[in-house]
């Protein structure tokens, strides 16, 4: 399954690109992408599926535009 992926912030270093076609094997969720991008667990982070945010456990499709994202505060 080919998905893109962009990365935001502090995962652009941790994966080595900012966004990317990737061949991931179906079926994967968000936590199993960021564990195959090897970016870490440990930091809270927000998940979009071509524009909407999705919990750890929604599997992708094929063509999937994913976006992950750190959680940032301020005003």
Do not use: H
């Amino acid at each position: 399954m080919r998905v893109t992926v962009k990365l935001i912030g502090p995962f652009i270093y941790a994966a080595g690109f900012s966004e990317k076609e990737l061949e991931v094997p179906g079926p994967v969720t968000s936590e199993g992408l960021v564990e195959l991008l090897g970016i870490g667990t440990e930091r809270p982070r927000i998940v979009t599926r071509n524009g909407k945010a999705i919990g750890p456990t929604v599997p992708f499709e094929d063509g999937d535009r994913i976006v992950v994202s750190p959680i940032y505060s301020g005003g």
